[in-house]
C-alpha cells in the first residue's frame, strides 16, 4: 500500500510540474490564459524574442527615466529628445503621467498619439498596431504620422491588452511593425501598440534584459507582495 501511495504522489507530482512547464517555459505558439492567480509568465525566452504575460492589477506601476527599473517588470514606452534644441534633449517626448505627477515632455510634432494606461501611468506611444484582434499596423502608421524610417525592421517593444484583461509584452531584435502585431495577435491581444524602437528600445523581466542597458523613459512594474 505505501509504495503504491509513493507512486501516485510521484505521478501527480510529475503531471504539475509538466503543468506549469507548459505555462512558463517559452515556445508554445497558443498558450491557454492562465488562471487569475498567475500574475506573471514568460511565455516565450530566446535570443531574439522574449514574451511576456502579466496581471497589471497585481504590479504597482510607476516612471523611471534616466535610471535602471528596480520593478520586476520593465519596459520603455517612448523616446527621449535628441535633437538640436540643447534646452529640450533628454526630455521624454509625448503625454507621460505618474498620477498626478505631471512630467515635462516634448510634443509630437505631427500630433498627439495613442495613449496607454497602466493604472495611474499614462503614456503617449508610438503607433496603434492591433484593433480590434487585427493586425492595424498599415493604418496606424498612417494615422500616426510616422516617416518611412521608423516602420523598418528593428529592435522593436510592443505591448497589447488581451480580452481578459492581460498585458502582453513583446520584445523583438530585428522586427517590423507588422510583425510585432502579428506577435501580439498570437497572444490573442486586441488592442496593441507599438512602444520604443532602435537601439533604445529595452525590456526587463527579472534579472533578464534586452536591448539598452539603461533606458531613458521607463515603466517599471513592480509585483504587489503581502
Given amino acids: 500500500r505505501g509504495s503504491a501511495m509513493t507512486a ?7 503531471l504539475w510540474l509538466l503543468a506549469a512547464a507548459s505555462v512558463v517555459a517559452g515556445g508554445a505558439d497558443m498558450p491557454s490564459e492562465p488562471k487569475p492567480v498567475q500574475h506573471f509568465a514568460i511565455l516565450v525566452h530566446t535570443t ?4 511576456v504575460q502579466i496581471n497589471p492589477a497585481a504590479f504597482e506601476p510607476s516612471v523611471v527615466l534616466h535610471g535602471k527599473p528596480a520593478g520586476d517588470v520593465a519596459f520603455n514606452t517612448n523616446y527621449s529628445y535628441v535633437g538640436p534644441n540643447p534646452f529640450y534633449r533628454g526630455w521624454p517626448i509625448g503625454v507621460l503621467k505618474d498620477g498626478a505627477k505631471v512630467y515635462r515632455t516634448v510634443k509630437h ?12 501611468v499614462e503614456c503617449e506611444v508610438a503607433p ?25 525592421a528593428a529592435q522593436r ?3 497589447g491588452w488581451t480580452k481578459a484583461g492581460k498585458l502582453i509584452i513583446v520584445y523583438g531584435s530585428e522586427i517590423s511593425l ?15 501598440y507599438a ?32
Fill in 178 to 192: 507588422r510583425g510585432l502585431a502579428e506577435w501580439l495577435l498570437r497572444y490573442r491581444v486586441v488592442e496593441g
Fill in 48 to 51: 531574439n524574442t522574449v514574451v
Fill in 157 to 159: 517593444v510592443g505591448a
Fill in 128 to 152: 496603434l498596431i492591433v484593433k480590434d484582434g487585427k493586425n492595424y499596423a498599415a493604418q496606424g502608421i498612417v494615422e500616426s504620422k510616422l516617416p518611412a524610417d521608423a516602420t523598418r
Fill in 109 to 120: 510634432k505631427k500630433g498627439p498619439r495613442p495613449i496607454l494606461k497602466i493604472g495611474a
Fill in 195 to 226: 512602444m520604443d524602437g532602435g537601439h533604445s528600445a529595452y525590456l526587463k523581466v527579472g534579472t533578464l534584459v534586452r536591448g539598452y542597458p539603461i533606458p531613458k523613459v521607463a515603466v517599471s512594474l513592480k509585483l504587489r507582495r503581502g
Fill in 8 to 14: 501516485s504522489f510521484l505521478l501527480r507530482s510529475f
